[in-house]
């Protein structure tokens, strides 16, 4: 058993940067690979980016590539998405799991979601 909690969204403009956070507890941080994925109203939830527990390179979604890293702390027990160069098809709800890949199938404890909103 895994628990995540998500934090860092809120409302910016177009071009700006927030930076999300991850903290998961329960299971050895060190070994656990984690997701993150977005939720905008009336669509389907997307890959967004993964980090690898081990020196695997990060993968992301194509709409995000060049705009978003993800990085790990493991001292810290967390996970961080750094968005930059905002843009408004951005907004959406953001979730972080535990898992690794593109494929949201292969993920599995996930937390309750951060709202992002982006203004044009």
């Known amino acids: 058993q895994v628990q995540l909690v998500e934090s860092g969204g809120g409302l910016v403009q177009a071009g700006g940067s927030l930076r999300l956070s991850c903290v998961a507890s329960?299971?050895?941080?060190?070994?656990?690979?984690l997701g993150w994925f977005r939720q905008a109203p009336g669509k389907e939830r997307e890959f967004v980016a993964a980090?690898?527990?081990?020196?695997?390179?990060?993968l992301y979604g194509d709409s995000v590539k060049g705009r978003f890293t993800t990085s790990r702390d493991n001292a810290k027990n967390t996970v961080y998405l750094q968005m930059n160069s905002l843009k408004p098809e951005d907004t959406a709800v953001y979730y972080c799991?535990?898992?690794?890949?593109?494929?949201?199938?292969?993920?599995?404890?996930w937390g309750q979601g951060t709202q992002v909103t982006v203004s044009s």
């Open positions: 329960g299971r050895t941080f060190s070994y656990i690979s």
């Open positions: 799991a535990v898992g690794w890949g593109t494929n949201i199938r292969d993920y599995a404890y």
């Open positions: 980090i690898n527990w081990s020196r695997i390179s990060p």
